[in-house]
Nanobody, 119 residues
């Protein structure tokens, strides 16, 4: 099992920036990728960004391309999400997720951190 702890959420004005962090512990030696998802009340959780742990290839949802950047620190087992040019529609609870293998899907999740963007 992998345990994930997010931090860095908060309240920011539109156009501002936040950086989320997610520290992983436990069976981190088996990591295929890590990602960020977000959810607002009444809606399904949606994909935001992911990064391959070996090679660093990144993938983004169209809604955040050019504004958000995902990065990882293998030595610290930590993944980051730099969010710039934030919009009110980015308001959500953001979750970090861990994927051990390509075929396994994202199997471990953090507790979530609230991001609120005011207009």
């Amino acid at each position: 099992q992998v345990q994930l702890v997010e931090s860095g959420g908060g309240l920011v004005q539109a156009g501002g920036s936040l950086r989320l962090s997610c520290a992983a512990s436990g069976r981190t030696f088996s990591t295929y990728s890590m990602g960020w998802f977000r959810q607002v009340p009444g809606k399904e959780r949606e994909f935001v960004a992911a990064i391959l742990w070996s090679g660093g290839r990144e993938n983004y949802a169209d809604s955040v391309k050019g504004r958000f950047t995902i990065s990882g620190d293998n030595a610290k087992n930590t993944v980051y999400l730099q969010m710039n040019s934030l919009k009110p529609e980015d308001t959500a609870v953001y979750y970090c997720a861990h994927r051990a293998q390509l075929v396994a899907g994202f199997g471990s999740w953090g507790q979530g951190t609230q991001v609120t963007v005011s207009s």
